[in-house]
């Protein structure tokens, strides 16, 4: 029998998920009095299967008016409407980065302990007002300062969660990247609750004006003291270890290496040093136990339990993991104080009720998903295992094990390739080594930080947190060793992730032939997550005979997708530049997202044109995730890391290395392919050229495209005699619209009557420059901009061209 509270439970999750896939849910003011009188009479007559589904509505409904709500609080904030009418171009349904303006004076409350990051030191607050004068304004929303300078550490304990801050700073918007199958991170951004993004030139421009409240300094200094004493006892042996051992004890990864965090993620173990219910789960064993050893059990043991738990999760950080997983445990004990014997599936049923009402936006989010998921397979597993004749306790523990990691696998499958666009095999054999390793760490550390003084019991402690945080992380080179383990893929579309969920159920519940039908459409359902597919069978681009070429929008970079007529496919740099830096991978989270979206797995070149950051700064993800059978490249720099770097993931992906050289000349699918830069290197680089860059003719019947990547005007003099004189002609417009670039004498003559421009929204350098797009304007060009129009895909079958824009549409 089903417990009672699931339906309920799940009428509310599909109501908050359906207020934040749609832009509206009519809810007529009649409703809930109607579902309530039919509930009520369906009730007097006995029709339970009737009265469920009524109650189901209504609590679908009630749902759905509160994530309705919590999504329009989450993107239209105060803080955002103040200044767009200030500066304009915050607003979320306009592309611009949001109007420059000189440092405003407001106040904020930490909402997170201050983290040292590459550079600067961040702070996530909730701005509550903003000076215009001398009078405070009300402005609310979510904001992750950078604050500059050389003193900003030194500042670093002062800023302390619950604290209030005035300060003075600058905002902008989240980057976007306007291509498709590219998510939008700015409203991902704003429903987890960042508005915008704050800068702060220096730490003597923030002053704590007011402490937290007595709870709030008192986890502050609890958390300030873990990190103390784990960096004194772990960081000695590695600072990765401390890194560990901090994450797993109060939820701080901000010292964690994005090489470890990429290949525990990459190997499936990622979640084990994230505070979730694992740990909880190992917290309270621990609290229970010692309990135990002290004569404490029964309802004592369970309150003294409870009250111990929420305390720590008023101690770490500020994450949605831990108070999802903390109120589970709090259900749990709750019951346990009241004496009651509730199923593990009503327990957690219960909690993700109370979450949704509590927290709507949760349901978006992958940890949300990934706990309750992995809990539902968890306990699945283990009343099937329980059914076993097994009796040897070796045995059970083995086939346990192994259940509940292939349980756990197939439950998220969907999730890990939407949310992640990664599956990994690895998890199933190394997640039965992670999960005692990290009771090890948790064990460890909690030793550490309550005997810290004598050394005795901690150095031990301490070795033995490090020796597990070591054999974690050496684990997880698994994936290095045997990388088929683990892939990346794209996201599935909603009906087949409803297929898979619909086969796994029949699958669990059904009997004789209807479970067979559900085993079978879940493994294909499976494969074709795994595969990829049917992204690449049902994709509309391949069509014979055209000629389309993609300037995706990569912010501050270039990269260029040519689809030949045959099908046959040139990307041609792989770049971009985060808006004010940062680890963000552009190849893995912007272009090949877009590259799934037009229906591709593999690439046939790939064209390095020069080696600055912002036209190769996406190549690793893009050779490992779409294996391009050859890397082109220019004038080689021997002495350039990012280059060697980018050329050794080649040579080990099996891809040919060959240099493209000014009068070469291919031919693919009835296009011609003209190298017209560089000529043969006279001296060896030592250091990268915007004047060595590859420059590319592509011409298709009466049609030429000329991609110059990065040259300057001296180079563009020499090459404007050489261009085709075609009917129809294209300028990729190079160096992004710098005024160093795109002259008089090439525009004048070559005279493009379409020019694409690649650059990022609200750039420093003030691309494209305006006397650039002055002399376009003066031949008559139609200038298509990245930063104004997202992705510009060219189409041409030779003779005619179409223009379509991610923003504008076709023309």
Not at 295 to 312: D, E, K, M, N
Request: charged fraction near 20%; proline fraction near 5%; glycine fraction near 10%.
């Amino acid at each position: 029998m089903v417990p009672v509270g699931v339906v309920p439970a799940l009428a509310l999750l599909l109501g908050a998920s359906c207020a934040l896939v749609t832009d509206r849910v009519a809810l007529p003011a009649w409703l809930p009095g109607a579902l309530t009188l039919a509930g009520w009479m369906a009730w007097s007559v006995r029709r339970t299967p009737h009265t469920i589904a009524i109650v189901a509505g209504g609590f679908f409904c009630a749902s759905a008016a509160l994530g309705l709500d919590a999504r329009h609080a989450a993107l239209d904030t105060p803080l955002r409407a103040v200044l767009d009418r200030e500066f304009g171009g915050f607003a979320l349904e306009t592309s611009g980065p949001g109007g420059r303006h000189d440092p405003l004076r407001v106040r904020a409350r930490l909402v997170e302990d201050a983290a040292r990051e590459e550079g600067f030191v961040g702070l996530r607050a909730i701005v509550t007002a903003v000076a215009r004068g001398d009078q405070w304004h009300p402005a609310s929303g979510g904001v992750t300062f950078a604050v500059g300078g050389t003193v900003a550490a030194a500042h670093v304990e002062q800023w302390r969660a619950g604290r209030t801050v005035e300060l003075f700073a600058t905002f902008r918007r989240p980057a976007r990247y306007l291509n498709e199958g590219v998510p939008d991170f700015e409203r991902q951004l704003a429903l987890d609750g960042t508005t915008l993004f704050g800068s702060i030139k220096s730490a003597l421009l923030v002053d704590v004006v007011a402490q937290g409240t007595v709870v709030e300094e008192t986890a502050a200094r609890i958390r300030h003291h873990v990190r103390r004493t784990i960096e004194h006892r772990l960081g000695s042996y590695d600072p990765v270890s401390a890194a560990i051992v901090t994450a797993v004890l109060i939820g701080d990864r901000t010292g964690l290496p994005d090489p470890v965090r990429l290949r525990l993620q990459a190997a499936g173990t990622y979640h084990v040093i994230a505070i979730s219910g694992g740990n909880i789960a190992i917290l309270a064993a621990l609290i229970v136990g010692s309990l135990l050893l002290c004569g404490i059990g029964g309802r004592p043991s369970a309150w003294v339990t409870l009250l111990l738990l929420v305390t720590y999760a008023q101690v770490v950080t500020t994450s949605t993991s831990v108070w999802r997983a903390t109120l589970m445990a709090v259900i749990y004990f709750a019951a346990r104080v009241l004496d009651h014997r509730s199923p593990p599936w009503q327990a957690m049923a219960i909690a993700a009720a109370l979450v949704v009402c509590l927290r709507p936006l949760e349901v978006r989010d992958a940890g949300f998903l990934l706990t309750f998921g992995a809990t539902a397979a968890l306990l699945e597993a283990a009343r099937r295992v329980s059914r076993s004749t097994l009796r040897h306790r070796a045995a059970v523990w083995l086939v346990g094990s192994l259940a509940a990691s292939i349980a756990v696998e197939l439950a998220l499958l969907p999730v890990n390739a939407s949310v992640f666009s990664r599956v990994t095999g690895a998890g199933l054999v190394l997640n039965l080594i992670a999960v005692p390793l990290m009771a090890l760490v948790q064990l460890g550390g909690i030793i550490v930080v309550l005997f810290d003084r004598l050394g005795l019991v901690a150095a031990p402690a301490a070795w033995t947190a490090h020796a597990a945080v070591t054999a974690l992380v050496e684990s997880a080179r698994l994936v290095e060793t045997a990388p088929w383990l683990t892939m990346r893929v794209p996201p599935p579309g909603l009906v087949l992730v409803a297929i898979y969920y619909l086969a796994l159920a029949v699958g669990l519940a059904g009997r004789g032939w209807r479970r067979a039908g559900g085993v079978v459409t879940l493994a294909t359902a499976a494969v074709a997550m795994v595969s990829g597919q049917p992204a690449g069978w049902l994709h509309a681009d391949r069509r014979p005979g055209v000629l389309m070429i993609t300037a995706f929008d990569v912010g501050q970079g270039d990269s260029t997708l040519i689809q030949f007529p045959t099908r046959s496919t040139l990307l041609v740099d792989t770049g971009g530049i985060p808006f004010g830096g940062g680890s963000f991978d552009v190849g893995a989270r912007v272009l090949a997202p877009a590259l799934w979206a037009r229906g591709l797995r593999r690439l046939d070149a790939l064209l390095l044109t020069h080696g600055d950051p912002d036209h190769i700064g996406g190549a690793g993800a893009l050779i490992t995730d779409f294996a391009p059978s050859r890397v082109w490249e220019g004038i080689p720099a021997p002495e350039h890391a990012a280059l060697t770097a980018v050329r050794d993931r080649a040579a080990d992906a099996g891809a040919r290395i060959e240099r493209r050289q000014a009068g070469e000349m291919l031919t693919i699918g009835g296009a011609r392919l003209r190298v017209l830069h560089p000529p043969a290197a006279d001296w060896e680089r030592r250091r990268v050229r915007n004047d060595d860059s590859v420059v590319l003719e592509v011409v298709y019947g009466d049609v030429a495209v000329l991609l110059p990547g990065d040259i300057g005007a001296a180079v563009e003099r020499g090459l404007a005699a050489q261009l085709t004189p075609a009917r129809v002609r294209v300028l990729k417009v190079a160096h992004h619209g710098s005024r160093t670039s795109t002259s008089r004498e090439l525009v004048e003559r070559w005279r493009p009557q379409i020019a694409i421009i690649s650059a990022g929204r609200g750039n420093t350098f003030g691309h494209p420059a305006p006397e650039v797009l002055r002399r376009l304007e003066s031949v008559g060009a139609t200038i298509y901009r990245t930063d104004l129009h997202g992705q510009i895909r060219i189409e041409t079958d030779g003779h005619r061209v179409h223009v379509h824009t991610y923003v504008g549409g076709s023309t």
